[in-house]
C-alpha cells in the first residue's frame, strides 16, 4: 500500500519529529523507542518459542494415544511356544573333579 520509505521520506520524518520534540528530548525519544522494539522482539520471540513448544508437546501426546490404542487393539494375550528340550542333571563323575594324585 505504501511501498518501502526511502532516505527523502525518512529525512522529512526526522525533521518533523525534530520540530516537535526539539533537539534535547529527542535522543530521549529515540531510546526510549529503541527500548521499546527490543521489549517488542524479545516477546514475540518468546511467544513464538511458547507456541512451539505447545505444538510439539501437543503432537508427542497425539502420538502416544494412538500407541496406547494400537496395543489396546492387539491382542491382550500372547503365547509363548513351549520348548521340547528337557535339561538332564549331570552324572556325578561330571560334577566332581577329578583329583589328580601327585605322590608318584
Same mark, same amino acid.
Given at each position: 500500500? &505504501? !511501498?518501502?520509505?526511502?532516505? #527523502? %521520506? =525518512? ?6 519529529? @525534530?520540530?516537535? &520534540? !526539539?533537539?534535547?528530548?529527542? #535522543? %530521549? =525519544? ?6 521499546? @522494539?527490543?521489549? &517488542? ?22 502420538n502416544l494415544d494412538a ?15 513351549a520348548t521340547t528340550a ?19
Amino acid at each position: 500500500m &505504501f !511501498g518501502s520509505i526511502g532516505m #527523502p %521520506e =525518512l529525512i522529512i520524518i526526522f525533521v518533523i519529529a @525534530l520540530i516537535i &520534540f !526539539g533537539p534535547r528530548k529527542l #535522543p %530521549e =525519544l529515540g531510546r526510549s523507542l529503541g527500548k521499546s @522494539l527490543a521489549e &517488542f522482539k524479545r516477546a514475540s520471540t518468546e511467544l513464538r518459542t511458547t507456541l512451539e513448544e505447545e505444538i510439539r508437546l501437543d503432537e508427542q501426546r497425539a502420538n502416544l494415544d494412538a500407541a496406547k490404542a494400537a496395543a489396546a487393539a492387539a491382542p491382550a494375550t500372547t503365547t509363548v511356544p513351549a520348548t521340547t528340550a528337557t535339561i538332564h542333571p549331570a552324572p556325578e563323575s561330571a560334577a566332581a573333579p577329578h583329583k589328580v594324585d601327585q605322590s608318584a
